[in-house]
């Protein structure tokens, strides 16, 4: 059994001298040991212990019942030097049979023994303990400052030393691992791009041979390992194309895998495929990273054959929603990278914008939107050496924009002078589809010219409008 150092901080000694007073066992287990023996700062910790969820209640009164059936509670911790609110998941040793839907054991078995808990595990740098009930905590203070403790690791997988080799493999029969759960499939790919670690050999072609059972989870999960990997890699093109050669990218995203050895003669050195993942490790996490993974997701449907993909922008838009719908992305996230995607084409060339397009431009992107448009369109460009685009461009567009934004304009219907009750009042209108119509209208004119943007002036276009209407 070896011993190590690690610092957690003062909330976890709470929670493990807590379960310490009487008696029962505390181990620090899972992906919050595993980053503390990387060297990070772990974005949350898990305690395993011998105590059951009645047990754990009684100890911690505020503790949050969230999975009760599996022996997990949840203890909330607020540090208020800091302002910070933390969570302690607290789970009792157990074994797990019977995977019937590739989701939910069947039978979740308690057991008192931390060695039968870690070889349920997914994989061995997950499979690891440091015990916690035996220290000597002698005096510390809830919160966020660290404390130093010699701990003793349980680690009957050799996790440590794959660690140190940068390897992911699964714990024990890798088979087993991912008939019980094929989801381990997507997280072993998430781990190849967050940890920047290679896959064992038996455990990758474990991955390929299992890969079907992945239709069989809900997407919903799949979209949450999906979206961890985006964000909280440094290359997630590690993870993306992990996943198109064990065969699940075609399972979720087929789209993506048919942009595989599409050729870009014009402006490109790398096919669709390469070049979209050179993009999104450019890219910021977030909905950047998102639009730049599916920036060019039309262009094998708009390719030409003098080399151009004419529209691929705009039908990019369309499939992005489409993809975005059926992996339950929420709407709001949506709605962001729809609009990156249709708006990435942009070109500012000084002397050629008037303050009547760029006014367009921010109406038409969102003011929200814009840093994110620009982000994306330069990891779009600096990833391609052919690239036409200049920097100093994109600084004159932003100055550009930041004088329109200065004055007094309007960019949206609710930014006129007037509004529906005040047309309905002056014309004797009712309410209907003629009201949305005008003051469309009465935008695109201000958008022209800011001037009109005053509300006699407003209602005299409205009439304008109105009898040019009724004439016709």
Not at 228 to 235: E, G, I, Y
Not at 353 to 358: E, H, K, Y
Not at 467 to 472: D, L, P, Y
Request: glycine share 6%; charged share 30%; net charge neutral.
């Amino acid at each position: 059994m070896e011993k190590l150092s690690i610092k957690i901080p003062g909330y976890v000694v709470d929670v493990a001298s807590k379960l310490a007073a009487p008696g029962f066992q505390a181990y620090l287990v899972g992906g919050s040991l595993r980053d503390i023996l990387l060297g990070r700062l772990p974005l949350d910790y898990d305690i395993a212990t011998d105590a059951t969820v009645e047990q754990m209640s009684e100890i911690f009164k505020n503790a949050k019942h969230v999975g009760a059936a599996f022996g997990t509670v949840v203890v909330p911790y607020l540090c208020k030097k800091h302002k910070t609110h933390h969570e302690v998941e607290v789970t009792t040793f157990r074994v797990e049979r019977e995977y019937e839907d590739y989701r939910h054991p069947s039978k979740v078995e308690f057991v008192k023994d931390i060695h039968a808990d870690l070889s349920r595990r997914d994989f061995t740098i997950n499979a690891m303990a440091a015990r916690l009930d035996n220290l000597d905590f002698g005096t510390y203070k809830v919160g966020d400052t660290l404390y130093e403790y010699e701990v003793e690791l349980i680690d009957d997988y050799s996790g440590l030393s794959d660690l140190k080799r940068k390897v992911i493999r699964a714990v024990g029969d890798p088979n087993e691992r991912f008939s019980e759960d094929p989801l381990r499939i997507i997280r072993a790919c998430r781990f190849r791009a967050t940890l920047e670690f290679e896959i064992e050999r038996a455990t990758f072609e474990a991955m390929k041979r299992h890969v079907e059972k992945l239709r069989f989870i809900a997407v919903e999960r799949f979209t949450q390992e999906f979206i961890k990997l985006l964000n909280h890699a440094r290359r997630p093109s590690l993870g993306i194309d992990c996943l198109l050669k064990i065969g699940a990218l075609k399972i979720f995203i087929p789209e993506l895998v048919s942009t595989v050895g599409v050729e870009q003669p014009l402006g490109h050195i790398h096919d669709v495929y390469t070049h979209t993942l050179k993009v999104v490790d450019a890219a910021p996490p977030g909905v950047v990273r998102l639009a730049a993974l599916f920036h060019d997701i039309a262009k094998p449907q708009t390719a030409r054959e003098d080399g151009h993909f004419y529209g691929h922008d705009i039908k990019g838009a369309k499939m992005t929603e489409e993809i975005l719908r059926r992996l339950k992305f929420p709407k709001s996230v949506i709605k962001k990278v729809v609009t990156l995607v249709k708006e990435h084409m942009f070109y500012y060339l000084p002397g050629t914008w008037t303050d009547s397009a760029v006014r367009r431009f921010i109406r038409r992107v969102g003011q929200d939107n814009i840093e994110d448009l620009f982000a994306l369109r330069i990891a779009d460009a600096k990833v391609n050496p052919e690239s036409e685009w200049e920097p100093k461009e994109l600084k004159m567009f932003r100055e550009h924009i930041r004088k329109v934004l200065e004055e007094d304009n309007a960019f949206k219907v609710t930014d006129l002078k007037v509004n529906g009750h005040d047309l309905m009042r002056e014309f004797n209108l009712k309410p209907g589809p003629i009201i949305g119509e005008i003051l469309r209208y009465l935008l695109e004119r201000v958008l022209d010219n800011p001037e009109l943007n005053e509300k006699e002036k407003l209602i005299e276009l409205a009439r304008e409008y109105l009898e040019r209407a009724q004439k016709s």
